[in-house]
């Protein structure tokens, strides 16, 4: 940090008592007057007290840094000139042209001297630095720093890094021209001893082809010159356990006597005041480096001071020279070369336009991934590199991982992907473990659906209005932080401004109304859920575990309990969406659950509502998970043939019968939709088998019906005969059993009363 002061008054003081004549180089044209004023160009003083200054011959005369004598003027030399460089072209060509440095203190009509070169057409233009390319959308064909993960040698157009490798960002100074030097990076200011600025196009720097430059013209008189370099920020540590996280490096040479001329370098971290180093004059070639500890905002400068009066006799030359800067690991700069970095899980999506925020929020260089929907196969090819390969149909990439094919992983249940896809979704239908299929095509599209009116202090009204997709690959749940004007066009037409917009499956927006029917304002989008987890069948009736399970994964206890209660005991359909953008609030992202309740008697897209409790007013109760009940027709099973039954009639005497159908629901009643309708009774001829079954009846329907009273008869007979061969068996075992005894013989048992067999013995 240097201090300048240019003038002191002391007032209060008396009057001076003698007049001090003007010294040589000085003069003034007024009598007691307060100070002398030092002669201008081309003019000197060799008298004290002088009233005006005299002039040197212009042709032939310059005066001396004191201004007290005229000087002859040398032959021009080639040093006494600079180029000037004008646009590059589509073609790399430019036309380069020469101006004396001024003010001009050489002649150019001697025979010794060199004329000033004349207009050079179509030249190649100077290469621009490390880091830099001209690039084809650039307008005015100037050098400026390659896009991020882009780098160049500064002699070819900026090529992107392979996948898996990373561009090495810093600012790389090597050639000093209009061409190379990116003006946003740079600030060269110059003061001279009396306050006025330093002479030339570059505040008293001059820059040639391969160094930049202090003239002994510019500060003979004593000034300031100095030359910023601005870095935004540091990329991370290199890991090395320096500590450092990036460096400074620069070649230079000091032309002039240590009691005249002061170098320094000097490190201003964050805009304040830091580290300076300095140098004497009269030094040789000399390079240097500085390690830079901080990633925060660094305004590093070159400074060259000589003081007011100096003694330059014997000198003429340039000054301060400094060949070439380098600064190493900057966040942002051009990149010079590719490093391999896919083993440092740092790799990010290739069309991923953020850049990589760090802890203390300065950006870093990524290393290169592979365009979404692709992951980075780690085998070398054969140059070296590596190459992307889309994740098949049915999978995304898995989280944060980019390498290998395992990253892929496979879309959960009822939802698929396409070939390179970023997000699983729903085909519109679906098929539940026990092979019933559901047909959601209908639902296909964005619905509506929002909180009721709440005010705020002032009285605005205002809804959080839901956006909701359930099928297709398309975003089609829009939310807007815009403003709506209605009916204030010339035609009375709506329009939208959008500044802010949210592509999902399931979002929300903030909706104002600032004037009854006149405006709305759109504001605060957010992402709910943009990737389809899974589609599942959600039974009425789950054990403790399935409840706990289910409550813990997906919603509030207190939500379920309030969706189970609505769907009169039937399963639900529901569909997890997930938006895997952490916040502070969220730590893992937010998730929307659609839960759809088969109801047959809602028409067309049926009713959405917010799964709303006491405690949770909103549809959700911490902010991050949301969940959503709809009615509707769609979401019953597709009607199929087994859903029905065929009731078919008797023959009649015009060989025909009568077919009628019906649901096989409770009492008949549909529980599926669309699909296959249910048949309308109609009339169909009785086949062979149904007439001749019919002939066959009617001959022999007499018979038929006498053939059960056949049958009762010769039961009743057997039972007859058994009876009575029961008995006379029992007689005949008595009569034996007496015979032997030689008692009398017993009365025999019956199977009717004894009476009746008394009267028959």
């Not at 621009?128 to 991020?148: A, D, V």
């Not at 030097?181 to 001059?206: F, H, M, Y």
């Not at 999902?504 to 029917?517: D, P």
Request: charged share 20%; with cysteine; aromatic share 8%.
């Amino acid at each position: 940090m240097s201090l300048r002061v240019k003038r002191i008054e002391a007032t209060g003081l008396a009057y001076a008592t003698a007049c001090t004549p003007c010294p040589l180089g000085t003069y003034t044209a007024e009598a007691g007057s307060a100070w002398c004023s030092k002669c201008t160009q081309l003019m000197y003083s060799d008298k004290e007290g002088a009233s005006k200054c005299k002039s040197c011959d212009k042709n032939i005369q310059y005066p001396d840094d004191d201004h007290t004598t005229c000087l002859p003027r040398k032959p021009c030399a080639e040093n006494d000139y600079w180029k000037i460089y004008s646009a590059c072209d589509a073609h790399g060509k430019t036309n380069l042209t020469f101006e004396w440095t001024m003010p001009k203190l050489c002649r150019d009509d001697m025979s010794s001297a060199m004329g000033l070169p004349a207009p050079q057409q179509d030249v190649d233009c100077p290469p621009c630095n490390p880091g830099m390319s001209i690039q084809s959308n650039h307008s005015e064909g100037y050098c400026s720093q390659c896009p991020r993960g882009t780098i160049s040698n500064g002699n070819t157009s900026c090529t992107a890094c392979k996948p898996g490798f990373q561009a090495v960002n810093g600012i790389r100074l090597r050639w000093w021209n209009k061409h190379s030097i990116q003006d946003s990076d740079i600030d060269t200011v110059c003061t001279l001893a009396n306050g006025d600025a330093c002479p030339g196009k570059r505040n008293g720097w001059e820059f040639e082809s391969n160094h930049m430059s202090v003239l002994h013209s510019t500060l003979k008189d004593g000034g300031l010159a100095h030359f910023h370099v601005y870095v935004m920020g540091f990329a991370a540590a290199a890991g090395d356990g320096s500590g450092n996280v990036g460096s400074v490096q620069f070649m230079y040479e000091v032309n002039c006597p240590p009691s005249i001329c002061q170098f320094s370098f000097s490190d201003a971290v964050g805009h304040g005041s830091g580290d300076v180093w300095t140098w004497a004059g009269d030094r040789r070639p000399g390079k240097f480096t500085y390690h830079v500890k901080t990633r925060n905002f660094h305004d590093f400068s070159w400074t060259l001071s000589v003081p007011e009066g100096a003694d330059w006799r014997g000198h003429d030359f340039e000054l301060l020279k400094i060949y070439s800067i380098d600064i190493n690991n900057t966040a942002y700069g051009g990149g010079m070369a590719c490093k391999d970095c896919s083993s440092l899980g740092r790799i990010s999506a290739q069309d991923d336009g953020d850049e990589d925020a760090n802890d203390d929020g300065v950006g870093a260089p990524s290393c290169r991934g592979c365009p979404s929907g692709n992951y980075l196969d780690t085998s070398p090819d054969a140059d070296g590199g590596r190459s992307c390969k889309p994740c098949p149909a049915g999978t995304v990439l898995s989280g944060n991982r980019r390498t290998g094919k395992d990253a892929c992983v496979r879309c959960g249940p009822g939802t698929t992907s396409l070939e390179e896809s970023q997000t699983c979704f729903s085909e519109c239908k679906f098929t539940d473990g026990d092979s019933v299929l559901y047909d959601f095509t209908p639902l296909k599209g964005s619905h509506h659906v929002h909180t009721p009116s709440r005010f705020t202090p002032k009285g605005t009204r205002f809804v959080y209005e839901y956006v909701v997709s359930v099928c297709g690959e398309k975003m089609d749940a829009n939310c807007y932080g815009n403003v709506t004007e209605r009916g204030s066009s010339s035609r009375g037409h709506s329009f939208m401004t959008d500044y802010q917009r949210v592509d999902s499956k399931v979002c929300r927006h903030t909706v104002a109304y600032l004037s009854k029917g006149m405006s709305v304002l759109h504001g605060y989008p957010i992402n709910l859920g943009v990737n389809l987890l899974s589609v599942e069948r959600i039974k009425p009736i789950m054990s403790p575990a399935e409840a706990q399970a289910l409550a813990s994964r997906t919603m509030n206890t207190s939500q379920q309990s309030v969706v189970l209660a609505n769907t009169t005991g039937d399963s639900l359909i529901s569909m997890f969406f997930h938006s895997a953008k952490g916040e502070s609030r969220c730590e893992h992202g937010r998730m929307s659950i659609v839960n759809l309740h088969c109801d047959a008697s809602k028409e067309g897209s049926g009713e959405l509502h917010l799964a709303v409790t006491e405690e949770c007013p909103g549809g959700t109760c911490d902010g991050c998970t949301f969940n959503f009940l709809w009615h509707t027709a769609h979401a019953c099973q597709v009607c199929l043939e087994s859903d029905f039954e065929k009731i078919e009639g008797r023959c009649f005497e015009n060989q025909t019968k009568r077919l009628e159908y019906k649901w096989k629901g409770p009492n008949g009643q549909k529980h599926c939709y669309g699909g296959e309708s249910l048949p309308e009774s109609s009339w169909e001829k009785c086949s062979i088998i149904d007439t001749t079954v019919r002939a066959a009846i009617k001959k022999y329907l007499p018979f038929v019906l006498a053939i059960p009273g056949i049958v009762l008869l010769v039961v009743l007979a057997l039972i007859i005969v058994i009876c009575k061969n029961r008995r006379l068996t029992h007689q005949y075992q008595k009569l034996v059993q007496s015979a032997s005894d030689g008692g009398e013989l017993p009365a025999p048992p019956t199977c009717v009363d004894d009476d009746e067999e008394d009267e028959e013995v």
